[in-house]
Structures are given as structure tokens and as C-alpha cells.
């Protein structure tokens, strides 16, 4: 008897995928903006350190926490939705089987097959029939806020360092020029990662992400240069 062969796809990665490439983008534009800004308005090296360094600890706590209320909210949202369901499966379990089959006769089944479809899923787990094909609930997409909270943190905290490093071990000097190109490859490396990770173009991730992250260390320099005068 042959194994049974499970394909992987690239939508079983979306929960922590997308948690982990916004918590690394964000270390390292918001760390490296911060840097940079602070850079421009004093050439005191232990003014960037401390101020980057904050950043990181600061960022990568409200990254956590941030995610952590965003998911929870999306799991309450999920809970409270399947609790709705299983009232309803209790209650009028015919409604529910006929809704069912209404579903699978959308989506191209002739209503005999459909029917037999909707009692044979019924009979075998009718909640997580209707929580996948009624409510758009799925295992693989479900909400896991702990999940989401730890890998928005770390990679930010990661992401974070990269500047941060950059900043103590270059000439004083020469920190805007040379945090602002590490920063931007790496970037431009995370992107196409993720791109990849997701099964899109790396180009097209790399680009995007490069961008922004150069507007921010733009916007952030010229601020800091431009108080750095003045105060």
C-alpha cells in the first residue's frame, strides 16, 4: 500500500510568515531610521547607541504586543463565530445541513452530489465542515496569537541589531552612509526571502521593501539634519 503523499504549500507559512517579515522590516527600518536621525543631529556616538538601542527594546516589545492584541482579537472573533455555529448545528441541524448543501452546489456540484457531499462531511465533524467551508476557518489559517506575538518580537529584535551593530563598529563619522547601505541590502535580501518564502517574485519583494525603507532613512536624516542646525 503506498504512503499517503501530503503536499506542503505555501499558504501553511502565512500565520508566522507574515508576523516574521513585518517584525524584521520594521527592526530594521524603524532601528535604522532612528539611527540615522539621530546621526544627523549629533555626531556623538553614544547619543546614536543609547537612542538605537531603546528603539530595539521599545520596538520589539509593542511589535509583541501589537500582534498579540491583533490576533487574539481575530481568535475571539473565530471563537465566538464557531460557538454561533454549534448552536445553530444543535438546534436546526437540517437548516445547516441544507446550507451546506447550498454551499457545494455554488461551487459547480449538482444538488444529488452536493447533498450526499454535505451528509457524509455532516455525519463525520459538521463543525469543522462549516467552519471551512461556510465560515472560512481553517486549521492552517486559524488565528495563533502566542505564535504571532514571539516571531514579530524576535525578528524585529534581529532585524533591530543589524543597524545597531552597524552603528558601533563603523567610524563615527561615517555611520549615516554606512548603516543606511547595510541597512537598505538587507532589506532588499529580506524581501526577496519572504518574496520567496510565498511563492512570489523576489525582485518585486525586494523592490518594495527597498523603497520604503530608503524613503524612511530619507525622511528621518533630513529631519535630523535639519533640527541638528537649528537647536
Keep these: 500500500m503506498n504512503a499517503v503523499h501530503r ?16 517584525g524584521a522590516n520594521d527592526g530594521i527600518v524603524s532601528t535604522a531610521a532612528l539611527v540615522v536621525g539621530v546621526a544627523a543631529a549629533s555626531p ?16 520589539a516589545m509593542s511589535m509583541a504586543a501589537g500582534e498579540y492584541v491583533s490576533v487574539s482579537s481575530q481568535a475571539d472573533t473565530e471563537q465566538a463565530d464557531l ?31 452536493a447533498l450526499r457531499v454535505a451528509e457524509q462531511l455532516t455525519a463525520r465533524d459538521a463543525l469543522g465542515a462549516h467552519a471551512r467551508d ?30 545597531l551593530a552597524i552603528a558601533a563598529l563603523v567610524p563615527a563619522e ?29 525582485l518585486r519583494g525586494a523592490w518594495r521593501v527597498t523603497f520604503w525603507g530608503a524613503l524612511a532613512l530619507a525622511l528621518t536624516a533630513g529631519i535630523g539634519r535639519l533640527f541638528g542646525t537649528t537647536v
Excluded at 7 to 22: D, K, N, Q, S
Excluded at 44 to 59: D, F, T, Y
Excluded at 91 to 110: C, K, M, N, S, T
Design 44 to 59: 556623538e556616538r553614544s547619543a546614536v547607541l543609547v537612542a538605537g538601542l531603546a528603539g530595539l527594546v521599545a520596538g
Design 83 to 113: 460557538a454561533r455555529e454549534r448552536g445553530e448545528l444543535r438546534d436546526a441541524p437540517e437548516h445547516e445541513l441544507e446550507e451546506l448543501r447550498g454551499i457545494y452546489v455554488q461551487r459547480g456540484l449538482d444538488p444529488e452530489l
Design 174 to 202: 561615517r555611520i549615516i552612509v554606512i548603516v543606511s547601505a547595510v541597512s537598505l541590502v538587507s532589506l532588499a535580501g529580506l524581501g526577496a526571502l519572504a518574496a520567496g518564502a510565498g511563492g512570489a517574485g523576489r
Design 7 to 22: 503536499e506542503r504549500h505555501f499558504t501553511e507559512r502565512i500565520g508566522w510568515l507574515r508576523a516574521a517579515v513585518l
Design 134 to 163: 461556510e465560515l472560512g476557518i481553517s486549521e492552517v489559517h486559524s488565528a495563533r496569537p502566542v505564535q504571532a506575538a514571539l516571531a514579530s518580537a524576535g525578528t524585529f529584535a534581529v532585524g533591530a541589531a543589524v543597524p
